[in-house]
């Protein structure tokens, strides 16, 4: 005996979630029909980025198809549980991306400013002259401030992907990097380092 045939655009939603939880995939997309745009425009507002908005939707969607047999119709309907998970993933998605940029743009603000305190030093000196003195100076730190700088400046990494190519930890990488900054600094400035 065939199956009895179920509109699913007719359900509500806590039956869709149940039909999901018995890994029925047109039940999600039919939620996913009811809901992308509002858990969209949730992610866009917080991200200020489509494409990011766009991902993070998918990601939601398929979490709630993941977790459909968690689902509780005493904490909430499937709107407010969808909007909740919206929103957690929206703020986290929010923080690594503002984590990302912090992480990139220490990297070039300092070494600007290394840059531009040597450059009084750097007058006179010959294009060689001024290269010759930081690799001495690059070659006068210590291992790890300078393999942390060659990572940073010659393969632009991040501080974190510094941290995981190395296998040293995210505060040790920066430690390293500003500490060689002002090595590098104070050899090309003339200074002594204290």
């Not at 690594?96 to 305190?117: D, F, G, K, M, Y």
């Not at 040790?172 to 204290?194: E, I």
Request: glycine share 2%; proline share 1%; aromatic share 10%.
């Amino acid at each position: 005996m065939a199956p009895a045939y179920v509109d699913l655009s007719a359900l509500e939603d806590s039956q869709l979630v149940a039909e999901a939880a018995r890994d029925n995939h047109d039940a999600l997309a039919v939620l996913f029909d009811r809901y992308q745009r509002l858990v969209f425009h949730v992610a866009r507002r917080i991200l200020q980025d489509d494409a990011e908005a766009e991902d993070l939707t998918q990601e939601v969607f398929f979490e709630i198809y993941r977790k459909a047999s968690r689902y509780d119709a005493a904490r909430g309907s499937v709107k407010v549980w969808l909007l909740q998970y919206a929103y957690h993933r929206s703020f986290t998605r929010k923080a690594a991306l503002i984590r990302r940029r912090h992480n990139r743009e220490p990297l070039s603000a300092a070494a600007l400013r290394v840059a531009s305190t040597a450059d009084e030093r750097r007058r006179g000196l010959t294009r060689d002259e001024w290269s010759c003195a930081i690799r001495q100076a690059l070659a006068s730190a210590h291992e790890k401030q300078r393999d942390t700088i060659e990572l940073a400046f010659f393969e632009q990494l991040t501080m974190q992907e510094i941290a995981e190519r190395t296998s040293q930890s995210f505060g040790n990488v920066r430690h390293y990097y500003y500490r060689g900054l002002k090595h590098l600094k104070a050899v090309l400035t003339g200074r002594s380092q204290r």
